[in-house]
């Protein structure tokens, strides 16, 4: 089993930067992909963005430019910065796992989640 834990969720105002963290521990190894998502009530859970264990990255075209993914391979942690936030950024974040390294963006394909940070930009 492996275990995820979210942090840096908050309250900021709009144009902010904020950084999400997501810790993975448990039965992870090596070799799988990283993904962000997030959803707000009422609504479907959206992809945000990946990165693979190769670091390489893939985002939604809302976030680009603004957001940028990341991951400390030896921490087994993955970060999400976040630019120029907006009042519709605001959402409860997911980070989840891949194990097969997919690089993906399809959430059906993450066997891991968090239990979601929440994040609420003020306008």
């Known amino acids: 089993q492996v275990q995820l834990v979210e942090s840096g969720g908050g309250l900021v105002r709009a144009g902010d930067s904020l950084r999400l963290s997501c810790a993975a521990s448990?039965?992870?190894?090596?070799?799988?992909?990283m993904g962000w998502f997030r959803q707000v009530p009422g609504k479907k859970r959206e992809f945000v963005g990946f990165?693979?264990?190769?670091?390489?990255?893939y985002y939604a075209d809302f976030v680009k430019g603004r957001f940028i993914v990341s991951r400390d391979n030896a921490k087994n942690t993955v970060y999400l910065e976040m630019n120029s936030l907006k009042p519709e950024d605001t959402a409860v974040y997911y980070c989840?796992?891949?194990?097969?390294?997919?690089?993906?963006?399809?959430?059906?394909?993450?066997?891991?989640w968090g239990q979601g940070t929440p994040v609420t930009v003020s306008s």
């Open positions: 448990g039965r992870i190894v090596s070799g799988y992909t």
């Open positions: 990165i693979t264990w190769r670091h390489i990255t």
């Open positions: 989840a796992v891949d194990p097969k390294d997919w690089g993906t963006s399809d959430p059906d394909a993450y066997d891991y």
